[in-house]
């Protein structure tokens, strides 16, 4: 190149080539230098511009190199297949999206997490426990488990760190790396830990095992190690195609993932739910048309409120790349979704974001200029979004920006034993008598969030016990989220 750094089509499948790897401020610097010449060799050189335009924010120059690439075709008389046409026009509807947005930001103040958890690699796919004290999310930086560079993507293979809140400094912790059996010498991404923070599912692809890709949950033992990861016991979840992304409501009876399977989807990855009837896990169901879109849906996150949605998607109204959107569940119905606006998302890529329980902070994964490495973990300061967005619809704002929560959660115990007791226990809300059905887990402990400063009876029964009857009033937390432990202790008939 050096020699022939003025030859136009070098320059022209220089630039084609950064725009692969999506080194796009080096494309332009290749593809400006061929502008105006008229060769049909360049036929693409003004899409090439505008999608390089447009993943730079740059959307004013991207408009006009995509309107100026239309015209350039209709004087040659050059007719592009339909699927090509399709193209120019999302990535037109794509840019006009972010320019209206990057018009109207939202009130949101962001930040890089720092240090302790981004490194100058990939790091991504945060996940915090309903208490906001835990954090864990996947790297690919040096010290992987093995130590290995996965060649197609010439990265190191994925592994799961984990950092805990320091109320002192009022930051997250330096991350540790988790140790086998969750990570292993293959790719470990996490995909989410529980409200309770007491299982993590986690992706893992086994060669000879896990076809193209299967979500696999681990449970915290004892002694605070992490078990060894089996695959998901819903024998509908996992399939012969790839499932990306998993996270459980907080009160464990629903489970959302994102799955590429052919029958009953709608787009190359979509959203199901599987929803638990005592012990047993249903059929998944699509969450249909409205939220899943022609395109891909991944990184989803279920707020502790139970029907408040969170995914990442590259259909939709998006800016381009991935962005963040939000869907409400109300009467059985998830609402438009709606994006979250600028800067919260960006022409770049924003996937895998998350919200505290108390809607303040929320944290995701970006790519965009700031990042540290190719993809960091940025912190979102929420507190007055909803506030003032006139992009959100009334209703769904309300909806989602409703009671403030706090968490209820315990064990069932023996009387005289102490011995755990599994059951399902009934908590109803005394003023609506709205009724949550909660079911212990293995050790038998329970948790659930629940709006806070009201008042609730929880009834328990078991096989040679006596029924428990308990009244009380859910407090609300003043800074964190309120945490109420009450054992339920059964006494035998």
């Known amino acids: ?40 060799a360049y036929r693409d050189l003004f899409l090439l511009l505008g999608q390089a335009y447009h993943y730079e924010g740059r959307v004013d ?81 040096p010290g992987t488990t093995g130590g290995k560079i996965d060649p197609s993507v010439e990265e190191y293979y994925d592994d799961i760190y984990m ?15 988790l140790k086998e059996p969750i990570n292993t010498d293959g790719h ?39 078990g060894n990861p089996k695959p ?53 169901e699509n969450l249909g048309p409205v939220v899943n879109s022609v395109e891909d849906e991944i990184g989803i996150f279920i707020h502790p409120d139970g029907k408040t949605l969170f995914f990442t998607s590259k259909g939709h ?5 991935y962005d963040v959107f939000m869907t409400v569940l109300e009467d059985g119905v998830w609402s438009v979704p709606v994006n979250l606006g600028y800067p919260i998302n960006t022409t770049k890529d924003e996937i895998h ?14 790519n965009r200029d700031e990042a540290m490495g190719k993809y960091d973990i940025l912190e979102i300061d929420m507190s007055n979004y909803f506030e003032e967005n006139t992009q959100i619809d009334k209703d769904v704002a309300e909806s989602f920006t409703g009671p403030v929560l706090s968490i209820l959660k315990g064990a069932v115990v023996d009387a005289v034993t102490s011995k755990p007791i599994s059951t399902n226990i009934k908590i109803t809300d005394l003023a609506n008598k709205e009724e949550k059905i909660v079911t212990s887990n293995q050790k038998c402990e329970y948790f659930i969030t629940l709006p806070a400063e009201k008042k609730y009876e929880i009834q328990v029964e078991a096989p040679g016990y ?24 059964l006494t035998k008939k």
């Open 61 to 141: 120059e991207a408009i006009d190199a995509f309107y100026n690439y239309k015209d350039q075709l209709e004087k040659r008389k050059i007719k592009l297949s339909d699927s090509e046409k399709h193209y120019v026009n999302v990535l037109l509807k794509q840019c006009l999206t972010a320019k209206e947005l990057m018009k109207n930001p939202v009130n949101v103040k962001i930040k890089n997490v720092g240090k302790n958890i981004n490194s100058e690699y990939t790091d991504a796919n945060p996940s915090i426990t309903a208490d906001g004290k835990t954090l864990i999310f996947t790297s690919r930086r």
């Open 188 to 226: 470990d991404a996490n995909l989410s830990i529980t409200p309770d923070g007491t299982k993590i599912f986690l992706y893992k692809n086994i060669r000879g095992e896990t076809k193209s890709g299967d979500i696999y949950i681990s449970e915290i033992e004892d002694d605070g190690s992490w």
């Open 232 to 284: 998901f016991e819903n024998e509908y979840v996992n399939s012969t195609y790839f499932e990306s992304s998993a996270v459980i409501s907080a009160d464990g009876n629903k489970m959302f993932f994102v799955s590429e399977r052919e029958r009953g989807g709608y787009g190359n990855g979509d959203i199901y739910v599987s929803e638990k009837v005592g012990e047993v896990w249903g059929k998944p």
């Open 317 to 321: 109204n998006t800016m381009g790349g």
């Open 466 to 489: 006596k029924p428990l009857n308990v009244k009380f009033k859910l407090p609300v937390g003043e800074g964190d989220t309120y945490v109420l432990t009450k054992h339920l202790v």
């Open 1 to 40: 190149y050096e020699e022939n750094s003025n030859d136009p089509l070098l320059n022209f499948r220089m630039g084609e080539c950064y725009i692969k790897v999506k080194e796009m401020d080096k494309a332009l610097k290749h593809l400006e230098s061929v502008e105006g010449l008229d060769s049909l």
């Open 163 to 177: 950092s805990k809140w320091d109320d002192k400094t009022n930051s997250w912790g330096p991350c540790t790396q």
């Open 353 to 366: 974001f998350v919200f505290t329980t108390d809607r303040q902070t929320a944290y995701q994964t970006s």
